[in-house]
């Protein structure tokens, strides 16, 4: 048997895991997926590939239940959700070591390459998604979610913040400063924000929890960890951060639009309010890589720029045709 992992998980243990949920054997671990918080194994058995999956988090059961749920109405509507395989006991999740595990086929698809097509594709899945759940009952809601953060107080967290990163003085002055201007252009907007249409959202639309075929066409959204009733608007600000970030320009922004629709007057308004908060929070609780402090705060300055404003208008302009 190939591979090697951490003491939390041994291979004895990944074993155990294959055989609770009927997979066949361990023969190889053949690497990690990508993820921030969760940990996510492609592995090889003698039914074929798969991915065990071990949440950095735990979840209460109605929580996974209620995913799961949801999973279940988007496929019966053709909505290509990648649901879980269940264990030996009719579960879709087991527990080792105080860790929540899934097990899900290993999908064969491309990865989001920043290509426009395929922007332009993961909008009409995403306006097709929530059309299917808006009328949904409201979620038993996760214990911490990025959505949470979109009310999120600098002021009242800085306290929890500095010991993440040992913020130098500079480092908090610069945080309070984005927050300041954060504020001074979304004061006009708490009646604005009474109105946005709501459904269930996906929470996390990162262009790479979707795997795309050839021609650019969504074929498995993953991860449903965040999904919780919210403003629609909020999974669209939430794509065009990421877009935004990688190119500040329509290349990305502009075909996603164009395959999720019209949004209305109120939802153009809290756009770019939504994205520069996505940028603060990112900055601030995760620091690294591409959403290191200091590029959030050039993309959440730029995005309440004349210029930023003048792109996210400019991309929500609709062209006669594609």
Same mark, same amino acid.
Request: hydrophobic share 40%; charged share 20%; glycine share 6%.
């Given at each position: &048997? +190939?591979?090697?992992?951490? #003491? ?5 243990? /990944? ?23 969760? $940990?996510? /194994?492609?592995? +090889?058995?003698?039914?074929? /590939?798969? *991915?065990?999956? %071990? ?8 929580? @996974? ?17 990648? &649901? ?16 929540? %595990?899934?097990?899900?086929?290993? !999908? ?6 920043? @290509? ?12 097709? #998604?929530?059309? $299917? ?12 979610? =990025? ?10 967290? #800085? ?22 201007? @954060? ?16 459904? %269930? ?16 066409? !969504? ?26 970030? +990688? ?21 153009? #308004?809290?756009?770019?309010? &939504? ?15 591409? /959403? ?10 730029? *995005?309440?720029?004349?210029?930023? =404003?003048? $792109?996210?208008?400019? &991309? ?7």
């Amino acid at each position: &048997m +190939k591979g090697v992992f951490n #003491m939390d998980f041994p291979l004895g243990d /990944l074993q155990s895991i294959c055989r609770e949920f009927r997979i066949g054997d361990l023969i190889a671990v053949e690497g990690r997926l990508g993820g921030f918080v969760n $940990t996510n /194994l492609k592995i +090889k058995t003698e039914k074929g /590939l798969f *991915v065990i999956r %071990i949440y950095g988090e735990k979840f209460e059961p109605q929580r @996974i239940h209620y995913a799961h749920d949801i999973i279940s109405i988007l496929r019966s509507s053709n909505v290509p959700a990648l &649901m879980p395989i269940q264990n030996k006991f009719e579960n879709y999740y087991s527990t080792y070591n105080d860790h929540f %595990i899934e097990v899900t086929p290993f !999908v064969q698809a491309n990865h989001f390459q920043w @290509i426009p097509n395929q922007a332009y594709f993961s909008g009409i899945m995403l306006r097709k #998604m929530h059309q $299917t759940l808006m009328h949904v009952k409201k979620d038993p809601p996760p214990r911490q979610s =990025i959505y949470d953060y979109y009310n999120w107080s600098v002021l009242d967290d #800085m306290s929890k913040l500095q010991p993440l990163y040992n913020w130098t003085n500079q480092n908090i002055l610069d945080i309070y400063q984005i927050n300041e201007l @954060i504020l001074n252009n979304s004061r006009n907007l708490e009646s604005v924000s009474i109105d946005l249409p709501t459904t %269930i959202l996906h929470g996390d639309w990162h262009p790479g929890n979707q795997l795309y075929k050839k021609n650019g066409e !969504v074929c498995c959204i993953l991860d449903f960890d965040s999904i919780q009733r919210g403003e629609c608007v909020f999974d669209v600000a939430y794509a065009l951060y990421f877009y935004l970030l +990688k190119d500040k320009s329509e290349a990305l922004g502009k075909p996603f639009l164009q395959g999720y629709g019209v949004l209305s007057e109120q939802e153009q #308004m809290v756009l770019p309010v &939504m994205i520069a908060k996505l940028g603060l929070f990112f900055g601030s609780f995760i620091n690294k890589g591409d /959403l290191e402090f200091s590029k959030q705060k050039e993309l959440v300055e730029w *995005v309440l720029s004349q210029e930023g =404003i003048k $792109t996210l208008q400019d &991309m929500l302009r609709p062209d006669i045709a594609r």
